[in-house]
């Protein structure tokens, strides 16, 4: 097992940013690929943000491109996901997830944002949006 740890969750309002941070224990960089997921109670858990193993490759869901950045500090294993203009449809619990990517990432942009290809998940950091 991978044990990631999100934090940073928090409630700001329309327009404000937040940072979240997921702490790995353990080597992840640059094994795994990772990811950001979010999650609204009674909805299906859909992907935001997931970076290339290599660190050089990201992808956004088209509702967040432009606001969100995924990015990974490989000195101290953490994956972040910086929110800016956050919306109140923003609002989700947002879990940090990881997984063994395909050798190319030609194989894995298709489904870099589908759950089912991570294996390891944090317990989920809640982000809410309102005024």
């Known amino acids: 097992p991978l044990p990631l740890v999100e934090s940073g969750g928090d409630s700001v309002q329309p327009g404000g940013s937040l940072r979240l941070s997921c702490a790995a224990s353990?080597?992840?960089?640059?094994?795994?690929?990772m990811a950001w997921f979010r999650q609204i109670p009674g909805q299906a858990r859909e992907g935001v943000a997931a970076?290339?193993?290599?660190?050089?490759?990201?992808v956004y869901d088209n509702s967040v491109k432009g606001r969100f950045t995924i990015s990974r500090d490989s000195a101290d294993d953490t994956l972040y996901l910086q929110m800016k203009n956050l919306r109140p449809e923003d609002t989700a619990i947002y879990y940090c997830?990881?997984?063994?990517?395909?050798?190319?990432?030609?194989?894995?942009?298709?489904?870099?944002?589908?759950?089912?290809?991570?294996?390891?998940w944090g317990q989920g950091t809640q982000v809410t949006v309102s005024s």
């Open positions: 997830a990881a997984g063994t990517p395909p050798a190319s990432v030609q194989a894995w942009r298709p489904s870099s944002l589908n759950q089912g290809k991570y294996t390891w």
């Open positions: 353990g080597y992840t960089y640059p094994t795994y690929s």
């Open positions: 970076i290339y193993s290599s660190d050089r490759y990201t």
